[in-house]
DNA sequence: TGATCCAGTTTTTTT
DNA sequence: AACTGGATCA
């Protein structure tokens, strides 16, 4: 065992058999446990096939994996670095991946036995919103009644309470519930009909299959007798019963979370999952990492102090070994343009003198139309930054692109079909797809448009089954028409021509896949893309919401935005005022926790939101922080000598 | 069918 | 202030 390991971490990962729960404080180094832990398993003789690891993004994930890999590679209790690579590649790693993937990967291999096609699509938030809003003008429902967004919203909550659609239509009696109940229905039909499911159907398909086969669950209970969770006090009921079920028969459970991190309560994440952990499995050994290698003593004390006022948590004090610091700079800006300038000013301050690398800075905020203005200061001041949050793989034209592979390698994803049919434009509009669906008549000319693009589909999964996946894109934008359609002259052309391009090369990376798995996992992995997945390794400053920033950590942080109303943020706060009061604590508890060296916090007077200026009174979470541990920044925005 | 224009809405966080 | 969706027209 290494020695530089404290004794709850070295707890952590000597115990090994029947249920435990690291509670594990921001920065305390759970990652490392976790990879030691598992790699720890596998030098006791435990198969590495045996071991399933669930983490919050695919990132994660990645890191996990080759933490993992290479602590197998170098562990010192065997002479595996004597031995080649292959040796240690050539063996089976760990399953390590998101609930989401986990599902995926299940419901690929065993979900036929509850009638789900091996090839089902996945929808994004996007493709269901559009069967919402046609389900609404089947039932000849009038969206603005009944905003598709708000419908969505309680459709997908309802499932990831596990309320089935025939449960709620028998509950429905009034009248909303009852629309509701109508387009639930229509929307499930039309999923059912493309074979698609959506992100909370592959989550909810996966208890279903393991509900109603208890033989394929014991296969896989058999199959990872150690079971790790990681970020478990954001599961949601869903995902609760997932890890249940799985880890039932041989109770060897290790689940890692933080009540005081807990900030997707709006997603249906329950923290009470992790706070009845020890109820729900008697004898669980209960490790709390309370020692926090990321951040100085300064911060973890106004960290502390924020997060001391929730009443919903278990007391935990962090506390670090770095003692000295600077303390954390609060600047007041008129507007949001001088908070702009002060925060693009500053990290050129610190990258210039201090030498920061930009890769150690983070611009966070709490809402994402706060990005617009931070980017344009960062262009205006020279900085290379990176905006997290604006999906490489939802921008239109991907999307449209990516549609021909759905639908040429599904026929039934009727979804793909209208959007790859009509992308770019070839006169076959909606009243003809209506036609071609219902089997109608068509006339030559209609025909001969219909022909020609089955037959472009039809080219394109023969490339699919036979090429490269970048070979394929690359066919597959000239031959679509999607080239010259944006080959336009204008400057919007060119930059979708730009990321089709980039997608192209992107692509490169399932190459080595034999055809037509890169092509797969490529519109797999486009599906359940996260915005941490997004992040460039390029020398930037990163620009994200909290929310995207959790579980990262950087030298210097600036948290933008402090005021009242906007962090924390006062919309549709009237029901469950206080718990939602909570989560903003918490959520700026994260904020402050990601920074190892500096924080900047910054507020604005007047802030532009809508076209209209309004006055906002500072963040109360800046009184919560100790006034000695404050300074005021500099008033003046430091220039350069 | 598809481009263009206008009115009305949007911004909480996302796998 | 920008983006969307619907209506209108070529």
Redesign the pocket.
């Known amino acids: 065992m290494e020695n530089d390991l404290n004794k709850a971490q070295e707890k952590a990962i000597l115990t090994t058999e029947g249920p435990v729960l690291i509670v594990a404080g921001a920065g305390s180094g759970k990652t490392r446990v976790l990879a030691h832990r598992i790699s720890h398993l596998v030098e006791r003789g435990v198969r590495p096939e045996a071991i399933l690891a669930i983490t ?3 990132k994660a994930a990645g890191e996990m994996k080759s933490r993992i890999s290479n602590l197998l590679k170098h562990g010192k209790e065997n002479l595996r670095h004597e031995m080649p690579d292959s040796a240690i590649f050539g063996r089976a790693l760990p399953w390590v991946g ?4 986990l599902s995926v990967s299940i419901l690929r291999e065993t979900g036929s036995a509850i009638g789900i096609n091996k090839h089902f699509t996945i929808l ?2 996007d493709d ?3 069967l919402i ?1 046609e389900a609404l ?1 089947d039932l000849a429902l009038d ?2 009644q009944f ?3 708000r419908l969505r ?1 309680i459709i ?1 909550r309802k499932k990831n309470e596990l309320v089935t659609l025939e449960q709620f239509k028998t509950e429905a009696l009034e009248y909303f519930p009852k629309i509701l109940a109508r387009v639930w229905a229509a929307y499930e039909e039309k999923t059912q009909k493309s074979k698609a499911l ?3 159907d ?2 909810l398909k996966t208890v279903e299959l393991f509900s109603k086969e208890p033989r394929v669950l014991e296969m896989y209970q058999e199959r990872w007798r150690y079971v790790h969770v990681d970020e478990y006090q954001d599961t949601n009921l869903v995902q609760y019963h997932l890890t249940k079920l799985l880890a039932q028969k041989y109770g060897n459970i290790c689940a890692v979370g933080d009540i005081d991190q807990a ?5 249906g994440a329950d923290f009470r999952n992790i706070m009845h952990f020890e109820r729900d499995w008697p004898n669980t050994v209960l490790i709390t990492l309370e020692e926090n290698y990321r951040s100085t003593q300064l911060i973890l004390n106004a960290a502390n102090a924020v997060i001391v006022k929730n009443k919903f948590r278990v007391p935990k004090n962090l506390f670090s070994q770095k003692k000295s610091g600077s303390k954390i700079s609060v600047f007041e800006a008129i507007n949001e343009e001088e908070e702009g300038d002060f925060i693009a000013g500053l990290v050129n301050y610190l990258h210039e003198k201090e030498k920061i690398p930009l890769t150690e800075m983070a611009v966070l905020y ?5 990005s ?1 203005i931070i980017e344009e200061k960062m262009i205006a001041t020279g900085i290379p930054y990176q905006v ?2 604006v ?1 490489f793989y939802e921008r ?1 034209e991907i999307k449209d692109t990516l549609s021909y592979l759905r639908s040429a390698l599904n026929p039934e994803d009727l979804i793909a079909l209208k959007r790859a049919i ?1 992308m ?12 071609m669906l219902a089997g109608g008549n068509l006339s030559e000319k ?1 025909n001969k448009k219909i022909e020609d693009f089955k037959k472009l589909l039809e080219a394109v999964k023969k490339d699919a089954e036979e090429k490269p996946a970048s070979e394929v894109l690359k066919n597959l934008i000239k031959r679509s028409g999607l080239e010259d ?1 944006f080959d336009n002259g204008t400057d919007e052309g060119e930059m979708r021509l730009a990321n089709i391009a980039e997608l192209a090369s992107l692509a490169k990376r399932y190459d080595a896949k034999k055809a037509p798995e890169g092509i797969l996992t490529l519109l797999e992995e486009a599906a ?7 992040v460039k390794d390029e020398n930037s400053v990163k620009l ?5 920033a959790k579980g990262l950590e950087f030298k210097a942080v600036f948290i933008a935005g402090l005021e009242d109303g906007l962090f924390p ?5 009237e029901e469950e005022k206080e718990l ?1 009061d909570e ?2 604590r918490r ?1 700026f508890y994260v904020a402050l926790t990601r920074a190892k060296e500096k924080v900047y916090l910054s507020y604005a007077v007047f802030r ?5 200026r309004q006055v906002n009174r500072p963040s109360n979470f800046l009184f919560d922080i100790p006034d000695e541990l404050i300074e005021k920044a500099p008033e003046k925005i430091i220039t350069l000598e």
């Open positions: 919050f993004t695919n998101t609930f989401h993937s994004d938030e269901a919103l559009s809003k003008a969206p603005k905003q598709p967004t919203s997908s959506d992100f909370d592959l989550l900030i997707y309560s709006w997603r709490r809402t994402n139309f706060q617009r997290i949050g999906k239109k009509s770019p434009p070839r006169g076959i509009g909606k009243a003809l797809i209506i036609k209609e359609y359940l893309m996260s915005d941490q997945d997004t994200m919401t909290v929310h995207a943020h006062h919309a549709s706060m939602r989560e903003e959520l532009t939101i809508f076209g209209s």
